[in-house]
């Protein structure tokens, strides 16, 4: 019989690499600290310079190990061949690529017009927020997937949501003293790119499988991150555990999407949202 490995070791990437979209964000930060405490090597893509400046003296900080960051506009292609050019030139190869970049547009509170409203939402917030959170996750697959399938070796893990499998609860944002017109509400476009997301993930799961690429996709539930009182009881009445994730509750999935201890898990959407879903 062949030798019984370690199970613990099937979570360990010390000889991966992975590209990490939206990486100098609230978020992304979690996703690279995650594959770094398990070995992996990671590469930050952002547009925010300033954000992965203090990204890399975080990384820095917290483990003393640089990091490699690089400011990309994932909507543009070209910057996207551009940057997997100048990874190559380093002498790396992507094995991992999470799609987590977004645009989560935040209520104009108090505004006269609310313009995240359906019936005001400008058609310009709609390509501008699918272009960075849809078209720029399928850009980043065409290219760093491909790359991957030439290897016959390769993980993408698309961040969806738990509003990309079900509808936000607009009663969540009501205010009882604000007419119709100026009631805070989720935008539609967050709703549509993380159901997309998944959809994306079960088409990438069926197209390079015979290469060796695995695609999945992880939807979390809200993180707590500073929401008033109110929106917390509301939120909790909402899920079974009575409460939003903690910021660091992703880390092991995360890990655990990206090694071999899934290596059977493709096309696969895992929800963690404290049963919110089940609900």
């Given at each position: 019989?062949p030798?019984?490995?370690?199970?613990?070791?099937?979570?360990k990437?010390?000889?991966?690499?992975?590209?990490i979209?939206?990486?100098?964000?609230?978020?992304?930060?979690?996703?690279?600290?995650?594959?770094?405490?398990?070995?992996?090597?990671?590469?930050?893509?952002?547009?925010n310079d300033?954000a992965?400046?203090?990204a890399?003296?975080?990384?820095?900080?917290?483990?003393?190990k640089?990091?490699?960051?690089?400011?990309?506009?994932?909507?543009?292609?070209?910057?996207i061949?551009?940057?997997?050019?100048q990874?190559?030139?380093?002498?790396?190869?992507?094995s991992?690529?999470?799609?987590?970049?977004?645009?989560?547009?935040?209520?104009?509170h108090?505004?006269?017009?609310n313009?995240l409203?359906?019936e005001?939402?400008?058609?310009?917030?709609?390509t501008?927020?699918?272009?960075?959170?849809l078209?720029?996750?399928?850009?980043?697959?065409k290219?760093f997937g491909?790359?991957m399938?030439?290897r016959?070796?390769?993980?993408?893990?698309?961040?969806?949501?738990?509003?990309?499998?079900?509808a936000p609860?607009?009663?969540?944002?009501?205010k009882?003293?604000?007419?119709?017109?100026?009631?805070?509400?989720?935008?539609?476009?967050?709703?549509?790119?993380?159901?997309?997301?998944?959809g994306l993930?079960?088409?990438?799961?069926?197209?390079?499988?015979?290469?060796?690429?695995?695609?999945?996709?992880?939807?979390?539930?809200?993180?707590d991150?500073q929401?008033s009182a109110?929106?917390?009881e509301?939120?909790?009445?909402l899920?079974?555990?009575?409460?939003?994730?903690?910021?660091?509750e992703?880390?092991a999935?995360?890990?655990?999407m990206?090694?071999?201890?899934?290596?059977?898990?493709n096309?696969?959407?895992?929800?963690?949202?404290?049963?919110?879903?089940?609900?």
């Amino acid at each position: 019989m062949p030798e019984t490995k370690n199970i613990l070791n099937k979570f360990k990437l010390n000889n991966d690499c992975a590209v990490i979209t939206g990486g100098a964000g609230f978020l992304g930060i979690q996703h690279g600290e995650a594959l770094i405490e398990a070995g992996c090597s990671i590469i930050l893509l952002d547009i925010n310079d300033d954000a992965l400046l203090q990204a890399k003296k975080h990384f820095i900080k917290k483990y003393n190990k640089e990091i490699m960051t690089y400011r990309c506009d994932i909507t543009d292609e070209s910057e996207i061949i551009s940057t997997q050019e100048q990874i190559k030139a380093k002498g790396m190869e992507p094995s991992i690529l999470i799609n987590n970049a977004a645009i989560d547009a935040k209520p104009e509170h108090g505004s006269i017009i609310n313009n995240l409203r359906l019936e005001n939402f400008d058609i310009s917030n709609w390509t501008k927020e699918i272009n960075t959170g849809l078209t720029g996750a399928f850009l980043c697959c065409k290219h760093f997937g491909n790359s991957m399938a030439n290897r016959n070796k390769g993980v993408i893990l698309n961040i969806s949501s738990d509003l990309g499998l079900i509808a936000p609860n607009q009663n969540l944002y009501k205010k009882s003293n604000l007419d119709y017109e100026k009631q805070d509400v989720k935008p539609v476009t967050y709703s549509v790119i993380k159901h997309g997301l998944i959809g994306l993930t079960k088409y990438m799961a069926t197209y390079w499988a015979d290469k060796g690429v695995r695609c999945n996709a992880l939807a979390p539930g809200g993180v707590d991150n500073q929401y008033s009182a109110e929106f917390l009881e509301k939120i909790g009445n909402l899920i079974p555990m009575g409460r939003m994730a903690n910021i660091d509750e992703y880390k092991a999935s995360v890990v655990y999407m990206c090694s071999d201890a899934s290596s059977y898990m493709n096309g696969a959407t895992i929800s963690i949202d404290g049963g919110r879903t089940a609900w």
